[in-house]
């Protein structure tokens, strides 16, 4: 027997848990109440006639309508314009999740001429303003018939997207052990299959953490998407910049809109809640 | 069937890992034992393929498996890390090496292999969950039969059991030795205990700085260890070195001794439980010094002794005692079960007749 097993480990420590506050049940719900004026407001709004939101103000609506939702879902303009931000939002991240996905292993387990460089260099495509992409895009998207196709706005997402996807999900491959490829290695994997069938599964929460920020960062996104559109292609943030009409503003399919354009990130956020505090953990943004 | 590696040399950056390393292993359990960073794990690695040797070759059954890739090579890898699949379950984690391995296996015939396996390391009844579920214990068991459902010609067990409580170790290694005693595969079970060498009793390589110090049985390398560095890769707790110079100082009936016994100057070497606090006999070499620490393990008590000149041995006494620091005391050393080294170089210069 090692003799140093008799020595007394783990000696008394101070409790590590966090000292509970008073009423921090009530200032929770307090916070949360100031959070959500601005979004109950929008919701309110959109199921108010539009004369209403300009005439008077009230709480609680005394009259309700649901004209800015029939219109948003029958009219081609809106619902064509929601269509496509979701098409080139979800093209775009499955394009970046899997473009990154093995530069991310690359960068995390082999080095290489200029990793180090080139991973900064990644990072350095998102410090760079939308807008000093613009041109070139706008310029080489004519010229290749990309413009107005929610493809081309898909790719051209991918300039910031790819960076941030390959950041995160290095954080996440580095905390997988090196072992684990070895030992897949000597079981007898080729490097696709295990990649496929054993690491995959693996990172799933990073992949998850990475296509929700890939998502939102593409759905949100409006100066390429409306520089690179026109028509076939209008994302719903360009939609929602252009509704002043000869009747004027119609207040009431306006906030409609945003109430639309925020079920998206609801539902990614719903779908990735319970990767997400394990994936900050993870990975690192 | 023989794993055979020659003249193995590794350097990275101007630092070397692996110095010449030679050594033949025959089926069965061949103990590589050393301190940590001997070089153990770098070893491993290259018998396994995951590095490439600068130098050197390493041989399985006659062939030369250095240009084979390692997902080709018959052979199986137990890190003290406890690595599986986290997304498969254990059964899914024995029967992978077998369902991308090159000749196909029937379903029952993976089913009746990873049964088998599973009931050899106790875990039949863990076989539908998944890793994370189980102990460390459990989730080496896990990595160990995976790596015995493939059969491989070589299993290479990297401190397997390193990472597992003292009780679980000890009942862990007696299942290993079970299993791999009729198992026809070249198995090197690296670690850095002592005991775990002696207690295998196997074909044992002591490593030290990446060279391979002595080759043998482990009870041979135990009793006439070739220098300092096997000596200590093959004592727990660790050897007493006492240069003849102090003793002389210290003891005049140890200076005459050993002046009049082997003459000049050289490193005396004495293990724990062969210094007594009670004069044996005449024989007895007596050494005066200073209690500093005593820790009882229960069944006995170590006590560190100052001798002066910052030089400390150990001696082992049985029963909890207690012992007063900073009181002094006389201990006699058991003259037959002493060491000599030569202090240029810690060759042995001469080693008991008989092991105590």
Redo the contacts between chains.
Sequence with gaps: ???S???VKGAFSPQKKKRSLPWSGTIFWLVIAIWMVPVVWLILMSVRPSVDILSNFEVIPSRFTFDGYRDFILKDMWYKAYLNSLTYSTLNTIFSVTLALPAAYAFSRFSFTGDKHLFFWLLTNRMAPAAVFLLPFYNMYNAVGLFDKTLGVAIAHMLFNVPLAVWILEGFISGI?R??D?????????LP?FFIK?FL??I?SGIGVTAFFCFMFSWVELLIARTITSTDAKPISAAMTRTVSSAGTDWTLLSTAGVMTIIPGVLAIWFVRKYIAKGFALGRV | MSLIAKNISLTHNGETFLDDVSFTAAPGITVLVGPTLSGKTTLMRVL?G?IKPESGSVTVNGVDVGAIS????S???V?Q?F?N????SVFDNIA??LR???EKLSKEAIADRVNEVAKMLRITELLDRKPSALSGGQQQRVAIA?SLA?RSDVVLLDEPLANLD?KLREQLRDELQRIFADANMMVIYSTA?P?EALDMASHTIVMNEGRVEQDGEALDLYARPKNIPVAQAMS??PLNLISSTLATANSESLGSVLRDKFGGAFTLGIRPHNIALKSQGAQDIALNGKVRIA????SST?VHLDLGDSETIVLEVEGAQRFDIGSAMTVYLDRSAIYGFDPKGGLTLFAPAAVR
Excluded: C, N
């Excluded at chain 1, 070895?182 to 080729?190: K, L, N, Q, R, V």
């Excluded at chain 2, 390692?70 to 090579?73: A, H, I, Q, T």
């Excluded at chain 2, 699949?85 to 498969?88: E, G, H, Q």
């Excluded at chain 2, 820790?295 to 229960?298: P, S, V």
């Design positions: 027997m090692s003799k097993q008799t020595l052990p072992q684990v070895e030992t897949a290695a000597i079981d007898g994997y080729s299959k054993i599964p693996m799933r | 396994a995951l390692v997902k080709d090579r052979v199986s890898f890190y890390q690595i699949y986290p997304s498969l992978s090496p991308v391995q090159k995976r493939r003292f205990e005991l727990d707790p820790e009882i393990t229960g170590y």
